[in-house]
């Protein structure tokens, strides 16, 4: 049997903009894994209930193994293939799970208020509801009064320097080579790649220059990915 992800999709089922799928699937392709991906909306919980849990990714593996969590599915890689490690030792997996923890309390925040409006824009219709309720409930406002572009992009700058210096001195988070926590950051920055049509980064950034580099990865892979603005 083929490896399966389940990944978010937007009403278009060929735009995926869930950052912890993106994580799953560039950790895949770091091993040479193949991956065919399932297209979910937020509402087709029965779809995955048999993996006890509500969310995306979820890997099914080839012999049936089933995973859950992109941190998770990062740490299962390590242990279950050989090959080009994610995180490699105890101590380094620990150390990337802070890199997790700083790019989703930090990150996507900022990444939220660039591009809520954007997501609620290209999800399919029968998600929009739920979406809307939910993340209203979660913020305690309107998605439209909670995106605001300009605060978004506030965020992110007061959040880079830490990676920006990083990047002043490698040329991936991991060194010469990207690893686990290129894609544990990476993978945020999908979200708006796909449903957002605006710039986030100035060129001469180097967390511009990164981002570049980490769309070409893997053959273009994320740089192909079909984008809401392109339409
Ligand atoms: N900790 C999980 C978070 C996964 C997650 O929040 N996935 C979102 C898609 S980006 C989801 O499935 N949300 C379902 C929902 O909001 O109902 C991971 O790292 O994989």
Excluded at 29 to 53: C, M, N, V
Excluded at 75 to 84: A, E, I, M, R
Excluded at 149 to 162: N, R, V, W
Aim: with cysteine.
């Amino acid at each position: 049997m083929a490896r399966i992800m389940y990944d978010l999709c937007g009403e278009d089922t060929a735009l995926r903009f869930s950052p912890f799928c993106w994580r799953a699937a560039l950790a895949m392709r770091h091993k040479g894994l193949t991956l065919e991906t399932r297209p979910w909306h937020f509402t087709d919980t029965q779809d995955i209930a048999f993996s006890g849990q509500g969310k995306v990714p979820v890997i099914v593996d080839e012999d049936d193994e089933v995973v859950t969590d992109s941190f998770d599915i990062m740490t299962w890689l390590d242990q279950k293939y050989p090959g080009p490690a994610l995180f490699g030792d105890d101590m380094a997996r620990s150390r990337a799970r802070f890199i997790k923890h700083w790019s989703e309390t930090t990150l996507a925040p900022a990444l939220m208020k660039i591009a809520i409006v954007d997501v609620f824009s290209i999800i399919d219709p029968k998600d929009q509801s739920y979406f809307r309720e939910s993340r209203e409930a979660r913020f305690g406002m309107t998605l439209e009064e909670f995106q605001d572009t300009e605060q978004g992009l506030e965020m992110l700058e007061k959040a880079l320097p830490p990676l920006r210096a990083q990047l002043e001195g490698s040329s991936f988070i991991d060194g010469d080579h990207p690893a686990g926590a290129d894609y544990l950051v990476f993978g945020m920055f999908m979200l708006a790649y796909v449903v957002h049509d605006g710039a986030l980064l100035k060129s001469d950034d180097p967390v511009a220059q990164w981002h570049e580099r980490m769309l070409d990865l893997f053959g273009g892979l994320a740089r192909n990915a079909p984008r809401a603005a392109s339409r």
